[in-house]
């Protein structure tokens, strides 16, 4: 690794400290990190929408087609000038006069987010769903297909946990008849089965989290602490006095930010001992 690249690494490293910083509390440091994401998670979404979206279909020149683009508009697919009409209009939200406008073009792009969405939703949350719940049950396989085998999602087993677990999950949103006798004995089994469906989506989401966390730490650790020591001992020609004063400063940066907290915290507490004497 030369040191420009180890320069790169170090401001990583430097902001991934800053958004840990906000475990301690919201500090200077964590708000340039997270002004910075989304200042360049703007700017990158800006210039992918003008390079991928305007440019290619909004251009004023003439290719070899033979086809003219004329105000931005090519003369062969004329309908594209709706769009840009529609967009145009997007910013009179900027005009207190003209800012009803805005929501002509906001109005189609929300019916058409919807209109593309629910499909889509349908499909993946309540078609398959319900596929999977009117497969046939095999009972053959009825432990799994490979000997004994309780997760294998082909087995009957698992089949017709779906089947009875479905049914009773919507037997406990069913309210026109008492949750009492069989009806409420599979109400509370529906109950279990979402409480299990709940834990495992965020059993998920939680175990997403902390492999991102645990992807952080291995980056301090292998690509900035291993690389600025050169404890691995590995030959790297690049390697200089640079690496290590870099690592330094920013561990005394932090280390002064501590004190200075330290040094106010108590500050204010001697400051409110003195209120309560007087």
């Known amino acids: 690794m030369d040191f420009t690249t180890f320069l790169w690494t170090t401001f990583g490293a430097f902001l991934t400290l800053c958004i840990f910083s906000f475990l301690y509390k919201d500090n200077p440091f964590y708000k340039f990190a997270e002004h910075l994401f989304v200042g360049l998670s703007a700017g990158y979404?800006?210039?992918?929408?003008?390079?991928?979206?305007?440019?290619?279909?909004?251009?004023?020149?003439?290719?070899?087609?033979?086809?003219?683009?004329?105000?931005?508009?090519?003369?062969?697919?004329?309908?594209?000038?709706?769009?840009?009409?529609?967009?145009?209009?997007?910013?009179?939200?900027?005009?207190?006069?003209?800012?009803?406008?805005?929501?002509?073009?906001?109005?189609?792009?929300?019916?058409?987010?919807?209109?593309?969405?629910?499909?889509?939703?349908?499909?993946?949350?309540?078609?398959?769903?319900?596929?999977?719940?009117?497969?046939?049950?095999?009972?053959?396989?009825?432990?799994?297909?490979?000997?004994?085998?309780?997760?294998?999602?082909?087995?009957?087993?698992?089949?017709?946990?779906?089947?009875?677990?479905?049914?009773?999950?919507?037997?406990?949103?069913?309210?026109?008849?008492?949750?009492?006798?069989?009806?409420?004995?599979?109400?509370?089994?529906?109950?279990?089965?979402?409480?299990?469906?709940?834990?495992?989506?965020?059993?998920?989401?939680?175990?997403?989290?902390?492999s991102l966390f645990i992807n952080r730490m291995q980056f301090l650790d292998q690509q900035w602490i291993t690389t600025a020591h050169n404890t691995a001992q590995t030959p790297n020609p690049n390697y200089h006095w640079g690496y290590p004063a870099l690592f330094y400063s920013l561990l005394v940066l932090a280390l002064a930010y501590i004190l200075w907290e330290l040094i106010s915290f108590l500050r204010r507490r001697a400051g409110s001992e003195t209120k309560q004497a007087m």
């Open 45 to 210: 979404f800006a210039m992918i929408l003008w390079h991928n979206g305007l440019i290619p279909k909004l251009m004023f020149e003439r290719l070899d087609d033979g086809n003219w683009y004329f105000l931005w508009v090519d003369s062969s697919k004329w309908w594209y000038l709706v769009p840009a009409l529609l967009g145009i209009l997007m910013w009179t939200r900027f005009s207190k006069k003209y800012q009803w406008v805005s929501r002509w073009p906001l109005a189609m792009y929300i019916g058409i987010g919807a209109g593309t969405a629910i499909p889509a939703e349908m499909r993946a949350r309540v078609n398959e769903q319900l596929s999977a719940m009117m497969r046939e049950i095999n009972w053959s396989h009825f432990f799994g297909t490979d000997g004994v085998n309780l997760l294998d999602t082909a087995s009957g087993l698992s089949q017709l946990i779906v089947f009875v677990g479905a049914l009773c999950a919507l037997i406990y949103f069913f309210f026109s008849k008492a949750h009492t006798g069989v009806i409420g004995g599979m109400a509370k089994f529906g109950i279990w089965i979402l409480m299990i469906g709940f834990g495992a989506s965020f059993g998920f989401t939680v175990m997403a989290r902390i």
